[in-house]
């Protein structure tokens, strides 16, 4: 039996396979909630995100964030010698991701059949960009890719400027956040049912579709095609970003009736409650040019501060629109640990997002960053594989580990 503290996924051992982004997303998300998670790296470069985004003294932050509260070892699985104690990992193992390029383990003899055949219980999570068949299967595949493809980037943006790409792997954490609750799905279809083991093949474009809603049904029932509006909404108003007296930025959404009353209330105007241009949410969309000039007319006369508290007032619903900064210093965020400090051996103390959803009775933890790369190598191969000073000094020779 395991401790409470230990997390609700303790004692499941993950081995991630995966590189940059959207495999390692996953195996963070289930090392925060207590999973084991042996990260596998090559052992020349290690995971390509080492070296991604920006970097402290020559360590790259993006590793430290999804790394957390991993082991990580090195192999070079493509070789005979590193295939080889790749399968005693999985005969080891609850929980494979990977996200090659389609054909690649299947290449070094190391695919789901034989996989399978290793360890019949074996959940192994496969994700790529377009998937693991159809026609673009073997292309390379990136989450870019995958916000242009999907309809993202068509939607995103101001009606005369270019389609916008998202400033971050948004493609990439919406396909981590689909896969780790497949991954559970089949953890519990295989424990609670007795189903065995299952491959989970997860694209970058499919799950970023699945969000944009309604939209192949608005095409196929209407024959309309949904594009880009900004910040204002096709289905209500107001809704918009409008910059105050003092030079910042506030976003409101009044997407219920009752919620346009008291915006009007909030702005000092309950007169357009009666106006024939604003009183229900279809007239409102019809003169939203109307409606935005009135509401920026206001704002303009009052500073963020003012115009928070007015709305607060009339429980009228508004948010600044806050950067990293403004985050890590609000009291909302502090109050419910959004955000935690870390003792970092190479950073020193480092402020990080706290896990995410919050339990009751197993509460997920951040127990460290990313590692140095093979620094677990002995608690795996000594301790847990039982490897000898013999076998691994073979393994050594050979460019396995």
Excluded: C
């Amino acid at each position: 039996m395991t401790d409470d503290t230990d997390g609700p996924l303790a004692g499941l051992v993950v081995l991630e396979a995966g590189s940059m982004i959207s495999g390692p997303t996953v195996g963070r998300l289930l090392a925060d909630f207590g999973a084991t998670v042996i990260k596998i790296e090559h052992p020349e470069f290690g995971d390509h995100i080492r070296n991604f985004g920006p970097k402290k003294d020559g360590v790259g932050l993006w590793h430290k964030y999804l790394s957390r509260n991993k082991q990580s070892i090195t192999l070079n699985i493509s070789t005979d010698s590193g295939g080889a104690v790749f399968e005693d990992l999985v005969s080891e193992a609850d929980l494979l991701v990977e996200n090659f390029r389609p054909g690649t383990l299947e290449r070094w003899g190391l695919g789901w059949e034989h996989l399978s055949d290793v360890n019949p219980d074996l959940v192994m999570l496969r994700m790529s960009g377009f998937g693991q068949d159809g026609p673009y299967a073997e292309r390379p595949g990136f989450g870019t890719l995958a916000e242009a493809m999907s309809g993202f980037a068509y939607l995103n943006g101001f009606p005369d400027s270019p389609p916008l790409l998202p400033p971050t792997g948004l493609a990439d954490n919406i396909a981590a956040l689909f896969s780790t609750f497949a991954v559970m799905f089949a953890l519990y279809h295989r424990d609670v049912n007795d189903g065995g083991g299952q491959y989970i093949d997860t694209s970058l474009i499919e799950p970023i579709f699945g969000l944009l809603g309604p939209q192949p049904l608005r095409y196929d029932q209407l024959g309309e095609i949904e594009s880009r509006s900004g910040n204002r909404s096709t289905s209500s108003a107001p809704r918009n970003v409008y910059r105050t007296g003092d030079d910042r930025w506030v976003a409101i959404s009044a997407s219920a009736q009752p919620l346009a009353m008291r915006t009007f209330d909030a702005i000092d105007r309950p007169d357009l409650k009666d106006d024939p241009r604003f009183e229900t949410n279809a007239k409102r969309l019809e003169n939203v040019d109307e409606l935005d000039a009135i509401i920026q007319g206001w704002m303009d006369e009052h500073t963020r501060e003012e115009v928070l508290e007015s709305f607060e007032e009339a429980d009228a619903t508004i948010a600044p629109v806050y950067n990293v900064e403004d985050i890590l210093n609000d009291e909302h965020y502090a109050a419910r640990e959004s955000f935690i400090s870390v003792d970092d051996e190479d950073l020193g103390e480092a402020t990080v997002q706290n896990v995410f959803p919050k339990f009751s009775k197993t509460p997920g933890k951040v127990d460290h960053l990313g590692p140095s790369l093979g620094e677990h190598n002995d608690d795996v191969y000594r301790d847990r594989l039982g490897y000898d000073d013999e076998m691994l000094a073979d393994l050594d020779s050979e460019g396995a580990i």
